[in-house]
């Protein structure tokens, strides 16, 4: 054999060795961006979608900025540019405090993956000197792409977090409130294209029936069916979220906070009226505002459009407000302490792209003027408006009272299991100290008959009602002017306490975007 041949030979075997070795090598992990300070500041973000003008060019942060309408402080954290309005960028972190010195002192804590509404971030800002602040210009790798952000995919396999899917066929469900000819299945569908419906054992032709979004079918073709006998064979997508709490002893900055009808702050940390050694939530409205027409204060969790959550709270009703109320001289129909955040619809008085919602809340009541005890109640309500004039109208699909009182001058728990639906589900489960109760309930939540829009609206329907999801008012009070001002001539303010808030299960089945 030549030389030559040996020696080329000799460089194949090397160059497919080097090869090799560099192929089972580990992967080097791509760096965010290239800007290697902001590269030790944040290591990884994936996002569930980005905004129509984004642009991968810019990442804004600001920790302890002043907010003008509210007067609590921000921390941020966006990705995209910001100075071109709110379709440009992504806020991968979004919290309020009540002070400058809560706002600051939370940056320490913002190390390893941080959930939001927008997807999450891994970071580390825990060194960072006070009051740091600052815009990269620079360029990153796409945030959409879950691959491109291993740790994070990590976290979310752990989690539950990653989309789950499943193909299955379930039955029509009997009590659903529906228009002629129309069915509902106990999901909303993802894509249409991934629904099959049966009737009377055989596949129907799309051809024959029309589907919405919210899990209904209408029927086009006028077919009698046999009881119980139509079916949905569809894709079950569950997305899952991680366990939440916050005690409620010093901020509120998870929850969105909503409040009218009361002069000055109606919230504040406070001791426990038990006696234990510890800050608790008071929500009270002092003095009302002279053009009051109500007085709420109210906090959602809504960083997360949810289909099914079950959650927990204690509250405490105080002696004094309790019997303020029982001596008030009317029936009380209307005091929230709970309730969820649901498609509400078309804003009241307007008279295009009109859709109908729903309202849902969970309150304490007096049936009647004389009577000698408060009870809890349930109250779903569809929601449409009128098309001549714009204004509310309700139809009341729930209207339920416990069969045991509200009890007063102790800590009481409220587990709720609350699931969007047609009916979904509404079961309280309250701890006091008679025992465990159970106030359980078919609840009509966020139901909007999206089948008879055409019907109500005419060429108003701004053709397509959202999906149903919900966002859980975690505690509130939200009451009649009349009833706030009795309380506070009575005893001097209208009041509850609230702590130990928990988020024990949350999903969203086929109502996100993917």
Same mark, same amino acid.
């Given at each position: 054999?030549?030389?030559?041949?040996?020696?080329?030979?000799?460089?194949?075997?090397?160059?497919?060795?080097?090869?090799?070795?560099?192929?089972?090598?580990?992967?080097?992990?791509?760096?965010?961006?290239?800007?290697?300070?902001?590269?030790?500041?944040?290591?990884?973000?994936?996002?569930?979608?980005?905004?129509?003008?984004?642009?991968?060019?810019?990442?804004?942060?600001?920790?302890?900025?002043?907010?003008?309408?509210?007067?609590?402080?921000?921390?941020?954290?966006?990705?995209?540019?910001?100075?071109?309005?709110?379709?440009?960028?992504?806020?991968?972190?979004?919290?309020?405090?009540?002070?400058?010195?809560?706002?600051?002192?939370?940056?320490?804590?913002?190390?390893?993956?941080?959930?939001?509404?927008?997807?999450?971030?891994?970071?580390?800002?825990?060194?960072?000197?006070?009051?740091?602040?600052?815009?990269?210009?620079?360029?990153?790798?796409?945030?959409?792409?879950?691959?491109?952000?291993?740790?994070?995919?990590?976290?979310?396999?752990?989690?539950?977090?990653?989309?789950?899917?499943?193909?299955?066929?379930?039955?029509?469900?009997?009590?659903?409130?529906?228009?002629?000819?129309?069915?509902?299945?106990?999901?909303?569908?993802?894509?249409?294209?991934?629904?099959?419906?049966?009737?009377? !054992? +055989? =596949?129907? $032709?799309?051809?024959?029936?029309?589907?919405?979004?919210? *899990?209904?079918? &209408?029927?086009?073709?006028?077919? @009698?069916?046999?009881?119980?006998?139509?079916?949905?064979?569809?894709?079950?997508?569950?997305?899952?979220?991680?366990?939440?709490?916050?005690?409620?002893?010093?901020?509120?900055?998870?929850?969105?906070?909503?409040?009218?009808?009361?002069?000055?702050?109606?919230?504040?940390?406070?001791?426990?009226?038990?006696?234990?050694?510890?800050?608790?939530?008071?929500?009270?409205?002092?003095?009302?505002?002279?053009?009051?027409?109500?007085?709420?204060?109210?906090?959602?969790?809504?960083?997360?459009?949810?289909?099914?959550?079950?959650?927990?709270?204690?509250?405490?009703?105080?002696?004094?407000?309790?019997?303020?109320?029982?001596?008030?001289?009317?029936?009380?129909?209307?005091?929230?302490?709970?309730?969820?955040?649901?498609?509400?619809?078309?804003?009241? !008085? +307007? =008279?295009? $792209?009109?859709?109908?919602?729903?309202?849902?809340?969970? *309150?304490?009541? &007096?049936?009647?003027?004389?009577? @000698?005890?408060?009870?809890?109640?349930?109250?779903?309500?569809?929601?449409?408006?009128?098309?001549?004039?714009?204004?509310?109208?309700?139809?009341?699909?729930?209207?339920?009272?416990?069969?045991?009182?509200?009890?007063?001058?102790?800590?009481?728990?409220?587990?709720?299991?609350?699931?969007?639906?047609?009916?979904?589900?509404?079961?309280?489960?309250?701890?006091?100290?008679?025992?465990?109760?159970?106030?359980?309930?078919?609840?009509?939540?966020?139901?909007?008959?999206?089948?008879?829009?055409?019907?109500?609206?005419?060429?108003?329907?701004?053709?397509?009602?959202?999906?149903?999801?919900?966002?859980?008012?975690?505690?509130?009070?939200?009451?009649?002017?009349?009833?706030?001002?009795?309380?506070?001539?009575?005893?001097?303010?209208?009041?509850?306490?609230? =702590?130990?808030?928990?988020?024990?299960?949350?999903?969203?089945?086929?109502?996100?975007? &993917?």
């Amino acid at each position: 054999m030549k030389p030559q041949c040996h020696f080329l030979i000799i460089l194949c075997i090397l160059v497919i060795g080097i090869h090799f070795c560099y192929a089972h090598q580990p992967c080097t992990k791509s760096l965010f961006s290239n800007d290697k300070e902001l590269n030790s500041l944040i290591q990884e973000v994936y996002v569930y979608e980005v905004p129509q003008r984004y642009e991968a060019t810019k990442v804004s942060i600001c920790f302890g900025l002043k907010s003008k309408s509210t007067g609590r402080y921000y921390n941020y954290i966006r990705i995209g540019d910001e100075n071109k309005g709110a379709s440009a960028f992504v806020e991968v972190l979004s919290e309020l405090y009540e002070s400058y010195e809560d706002a600051i002192e939370a940056v320490s804590t913002y190390k390893g993956i941080i959930e939001s509404p927008e997807g999450m971030i891994k970071c580390d800002f825990s060194q960072v000197p006070k009051g740091f602040g600052k815009s990269f210009v620079c360029n990153f790798y796409d945030i959409t792409d879950l691959d491109n952000s291993p740790d994070i995919k990590q976290y979310m396999k752990r989690n539950k977090m990653l989309v789950e899917t499943s193909k299955i066929k379930t039955k029509a469900v009997e009590t659903a409130i529906n228009g002629k000819d129309t069915y509902q299945c106990i999901d909303q569908f993802a894509e249409f294209s991934d629904v099959v419906i049966y009737r009377n !054992g +055989k =596949k129907v $032709d799309p051809v024959n029936y029309t589907l919405f979004k919210q *899990g209904k079918v &209408k029927f086009k073709d006028g077919k @009698k069916i046999k009881k119980g006998r139509v079916y949905f064979e569809y894709k079950r997508n569950v997305k899952h979220y991680k366990p939440f709490s916050n005690d409620l002893s010093k901020n509120v900055a998870d929850f969105q906070d909503v409040h009218s009808g009361c002069d000055g702050k109606m919230y504040k940390f406070v001791s426990d009226p038990s006696g234990e050694d510890r800050k608790v939530l008071m929500i009270s409205c002092d003095k009302l505002l002279k053009d009051a027409q109500n007085a709420r204060e109210q906090f959602s969790y809504s960083k997360h459009p949810l289909t099914y959550f079950r959650d927990r709270i204690k509250l405490y009703v105080p002696i004094d407000m309790k019997e303020a109320m029982l001596t008030f001289p009317k029936a009380i129909t209307w005091f929230s302490i709970q309730g969820s955040w649901c498609q509400f619809g078309s804003a009241t !008085g +307007k =008279k295009e $792209d009109m859709y109908s919602g729903s309202a849902n809340s969970f *309150g304490i009541i &007096k049936p009647q003027a004389n009577s @000698k005890e408060l009870y809890f109640h349930l109250l779903c309500r569809r929601r449409h408006c009128d098309v001549k004039t714009g204004l509310e109208v309700y139809d009341n699909l729930n209207d339920e009272i416990s069969s045991f009182p509200v009890k007063a001058g102790e800590w009481i728990t409220i587990e709720r299991e609350w699931r969007v639906g047609n009916p979904g589900i509404c079961k309280h489960t309250i701890v006091d100290s008679d025992g465990k109760h159970e106030f359980y309930v078919d609840a009509y939540n966020s139901v909007c008959d999206p089948e008879n829009e055409s019907e109500r609206y005419d060429g108003k329907y701004v053709g397509e009602n959202p999906y149903n999801f919900c966002h859980p008012f975690i505690c509130k009070i939200y009451t009649s002017k009349e009833l706030a001002q009795y309380c506070i001539d009575k005893i001097g303010k209208c009041y509850l306490y609230y =702590k130990d808030y928990e988020l024990l299960e949350a999903e969203n089945v086929n109502a996100f975007n &993917k």
